[in-house]
């Protein structure tokens, strides 16, 4: 147990040949030359996300309360019926609207899902004396209800 | 381990007040100067690496990545230590980072790894000789990391140990306890192996 160990021979080989040592040397100076040549690039890129944050954290900051943004968003742009006034004559008004229709059926054909969802169209006609007419368009442009209310004077 | 005078030579024939010359120009920014300062210590650092990784595509990324922190440390470097210990120090720190990083050492040793016998060996002697230094090979990958680096850098090496604790951060005698655990392991497996069982 007390023999010596050949320490000293263990792997006293240079495993590198000097074209190893050259490659390595020129990839450590092409290193060392682009961190010189660019001294100033790693700061900046630090002082840019330091103000990127400092400029979220203020925008966080000075963003108004909810129920202020509330008050100052848009309104929602959901689509009105659309109101027409349609001749006195009962007749005319239930004509007119429907000749429009075969107009949108090819189209109708293609759509196998209709997307939008039914757009009542509310059509009043004006004259009290005579007839009320309310004609409500459904997706379907072949189905529409038409609505003639007598006027009590 | 104190730089003290020109007359303490490297192994590349160097003088110390040459090396420090050196040191203070790359550290100054001189490109041609640190590259000098690779040329005269690169082989040491290789030799190095290659007794603790055992693998050469290993052991090129170990000096090229130690040879880039010694760019980035230069500045810090306490002219008062010894280059080669500082070096070293960097140079281990690094082969560690990549052994753990990859999990894996090369256990088996070829045999022609080992050095090819002296003149005067018998062809039985010689390959007898080389077949131990492959053994030891083995059995010194095999230890754990902290004694590992220890016998390496103190037997295979030759640092002394007040050098091999100042590389690894560890106190002299921690270095003395591990060195002595290192060898008794290193006896215990060659005895095994040799005589046909295992450890």
């Not at chain 1, 840019?48 to 900051?61: D, N, P, R, Y």
């Not at chain 2, 560890?170 to 295992?198: D, F, H, Y």
Request: proline share 7%; aromatic share 4%.
């Amino acid at each position: 147990m007390n023999e010596k160990l050949p320490f000293k021979d263990v792997r006293v080989k240079q495993p590198l040949t000097d074209a190893d040592f050259a490659a390595i040397r020129a990839t450590v100076l092409a290193q060392v030359a682009r961190r010189r040549r660019f001294p100033m690039a790693r700061l900046a890129l630090a002082a840019t996300i330091v103000a990127a944050i400092a400029l979220g954290a203020f925008v966080a900051l000075h963003r108004p309360p909810q129920h202020l943004a509330a008050r100052i968003a848009p309104p929602s742009h959901r689509p009105l019926p659309s109101i027409t006034a349609t001749p006195t004559t009962p007749a005319i008004a239930a004509a007119a609207p429907l000749a429009e229709a075969p107009a949108t059926q090819p189209a109708r054909r293609r759509r196998r899902h209709p997307v939008a969802p039914p757009q009542p169209m509310l059509a009043a006609t004006g004259d009290e004396q005579a007839a009320i007419t309310f004609q409500l368009q459904t997706s379907n442009p072949d189905i529409r209800i038409i609505w003639i209310e007598r006027s009590s004077k | 381990m104190i730089v003290t005078a020109a007359v303490k030579t490297d192994d590349d024939g160097r003088s110390t007040a040459l090396l420090l010359a050196t040191i203070r120009a790359a550290r100054g920014g001189d490109e041609r100067a640190f590259e000098e300062l690779m040329m005269a210590t690169e082989r040491r650092v290789a030799l190095l690496a290659w007794r603790i990784l055992g693998d050469a595509e290993e052991v090129k990324e170990a000096v090229q990545e130690t040879f880039l922190c010694v760019f980035r440390h230069l500045g810090r470097y306490d002219e008062g230590r010894d280059f080669f210990g500082w070096l070293f120090s960097i140079a281990v720190n690094v082969c560690r980072d990549l052994d753990r990083r990859r999990r894996r050492r090369r256990i088996f040793t070829s045999i022609d790894d080992t050095p090819h016998p002296a003149g005067d060996e018998s062809p039985d002697e010689a390959i007898g000789r080389r077949r131990e230094i492959a053994l030891l090979t083995r059995a010194i990958d095999a230890l754990p990391e902290k004694e590992r680096l220890a016998i390496l850098l103190r037997e295979v090496q030759e640092l002394s140990t007040d050098q091999v604790a100042a590389i690894l951060g560890s106190r002299p005698a921690t270095v003395r306890v591990q060195i002595s655990r290192a060898r008794a392991k290193l006896r215990q497996w060659m005895e095994a192996r040799r005589g046909g069982g295992r450890p």
